[in-house]
């Protein structure tokens, strides 16, 4: 449940000496009246209590870092003066009125606190020029993080152990999505995701994962990123038009396959699926080198057996994807559980 809204005056101008800094486009740029909510009972506690209290204002002193950007919107870094951190995901445009925005909010975050898979939402904000949710931060950053910045510099950023975790932890977050959660919640469907991709996929550093931004697909209005973000885009950022826009679960396990072809195969391999399809015999056999990381016997079949997942997941036709259930059963079939 959400506590009671707080109202905050945060006409505030940083004093010399202040640890602070502004970065072009980002939340800092703005002091104005707004209204915060806040979420009682996770385990990110503001001010040590679960009345946990904060202000616009302390957000514009903390320290502030974009970590990406996308259609939706910005992620930002936020190191408050006492040291706690949290990721701000800041909207460019939302599609609903304040009222609106906070009966959804609470919605989403009532699921997320559910759920040890997906990233929890602490508090939120909706002014008139800006509006934003503030998550929990992972310092290992996103799968995308990983495997970019290994790719980079040439090495493996995850062994193969650490992959097939972390695409178990994704699958478990859609399931509950899919299955736990009830379909509609007056003006929001609640069993879709509707962003799944590596970017939002979250690593703890004992490498589970956790999925960001479940549902804030239903806050936003798209937006084409800028012309100079698109010449230069950050090592995390995935090409989007591999990936499936249309919010329902038949798009999730679309997108999920993606993931795992990224795992897999590399980030060329989620382009080449109908090469790979084509290929997959003779991948089985060894005829052609798939797979990005060495693979011994075992970690191979494993291999393949995700690979007819990522296959079957992202297959043209909607109707004849997997469901979550399915994913999650294949999975299980060759992995020992704990």
């Known amino acids: ?58 957000v514009l002193r903390g320290s502030v870092a974009v970590m990406g950007e996308s259609r939706l919107g910005m992620t930002e870094k936020v190191v408050l003066l006492e040291g706690k951190i949290y990721a701000v995901k800041r909207f460019r445009r939302v599609s609903v009125g304040r009222r609106e925005f906070r009966k959804r909010v609470e919605k989403l975050a009532e699921v997320s606190q559910k759920c040890q898979y997906i990233v929890p939402i602490a508090a939120y904000l909706y002014s008139k020029r800006i ?27 995850l062994g193969w152990k650490q992959r097939l975790r972390i695409a178990l932890d994704i699958a478990q977050a859609i399931a509950f999505i899919h299955v736990e959660c009830p379909p509609y919640e007056k003006n929001i469907q609640m069993n879709v995701h509707g962003n799944i991709k590596a970017s939002n996929v979250m690593i703890n550093s004992n490498f589970s994962a956790c999925l960001s931004e479940y549902g804030l697909a239903q806050l936003a ?8 973000w698109q010449q230069k885009p950050p090592p995390q950022q995935e090409p989007e038009s591999i990936y499936c826009d249309k919010f329902c679960q038949q798009s999730d396990i ?29 991948i089985r056999r060894g005829g052609i080198e798939f ?27 909607p109707e004849a994807r997997l469901s979550i259930e399915q994913v999650l059963k294949y999975f299980g079939d060759f992995i020992i559980k704990k």
């Not at 209005?221 to 100079?228: A, M, N, Q, R, W």
């Open 1 to 58: 449940m959400l506590s009671r809204a707080l109202e905050a005056k945060p006409r505030w101008s940083p004093r010399h000496g202040d640890n602070f800094s502004c970065k072009s486009g980002s939340i800092l740029e703005y002091s104005e009246d707004c209204i915060v909510g806040f979420i009682d009972d996770l385990p990110l506690i503001f001010c040590g209590n679960s009345e946990s209290r904060l202000t616009l204002r302390e």
């Open 131 to 157: 509006k934003f949710v503030v998550c929990g931060y992972y310092p290992m950053g996103s799968l995308a993080d990983l495997l970019a910045g290994g790719r980079e510099f040439g090495h493996t950023a």
């Open 221 to 228: 209005e798209y937006e084409e990123v800028s012309d100079t």
């Open 254 to 282: 679309y997108n999920f396959g993606i993931i795992l072809l990224d795992m897999l195969g590399g980030s060329k391999a989620t382009s080449l699926r109908h090469c790979i399809e084509e290929k997959n015999e003779e």
């Open 291 to 317: 797979f990005e990381i060495s693979l011994e016997r075992k970690a191979r079949q494993q291999a393949l057996k995700v690979l007819d997942i990522a296959l079957a997941c992202t297959n043209k036709l």
